[in-house]
């Protein structure tokens, strides 16, 4: 009997102390963007984005020089317009006005085009830096056994270890339907 009662104690105390070392998980939290922030390769990343910025920014320019060139000549020949003339420079005036026009919608184009394009050399270059800080920042969590680090930058959680999920059981309370749903990603 007297072993009974000992392991039976034995066996509470085991379970306490597991109890007790799953309630107390670890938690962090740090900065993302000061992380990202100090990763070299932003500044080439940022480097690359403003060299193609420049550029676009050039070629729009030039097209509005251009712009400004016409329109300035269609208002010059505007004020030789006289009576005699008036068939002829009418129709010149038109032609410069088309002209106008289509060069107006170029430079629209231009510059969504090279919005566009921005945004997408933008996601190409900084798509990989976030992924390697964020393999990083999921190393080191793991490394130092947290459970939950949360990010102060976004005031998010960006990696957990365990814990207990208790959306379910919310939901059950709110008498809502407990369908299973993809688990979010690491």
């Known amino acids: 009997m007297r072993k009974l009662i000992s392991a039976f104690f034995l066996a509470a105390g085991l379970l306490f102390t597991a109890n ?8 962090a939290h740090l900065n993302s963007a000061v992380i990202i922030e100090a990763m070299p ?9 403003e060299t193609i910025q420049k550029t676009k920014q050039g070629e729009i320019e030039k097209m509005i020089t251009e712009y400004q060139n016409k329109l300035k000549a ?4 505007e004020k030789t317009m006289s009576e005699a003339n008036k068939e002829v420079v009418g129709k010149e005036l038109q032609t410069m006005g088309a002209e106008l026009q289509d060069l107006e919608k170029r430079i629209t184009d231009a510059r969504t085009k090279a919005q566009q394009e921005l945004e997408a050399k933008n996601a190409e270059l900084f798509n990989p830096i976030q ?10 969590s793991k490394e ?11 005031q998010a959680l960006i990696y957990w270890d365990g814990g207990e999920d208790i959306t379910n059981a919310v939901k059950t309370k709110l008498g809502i339907s407990t369908t299973p749903t993809a688990a979010p990603k690491k």
Do not use: H, P
């Open 20 to 27: 007790i070392a799953n309630a107390q998980q670890k938690l």
């Open 41 to 49: 390769e932003v500044k080439t990343a940022r480097g690359t984005l």
């Open 74 to 77: 269609a208002q010059d020949k």
């Open 131 to 140: 992924v390697k800080a964020d393999n990083a920042i999921k190393a080191v």
């Open 144 to 154: 130092k056994g947290f459970a939950y680090v949360f990010d102060t930058a976004n």
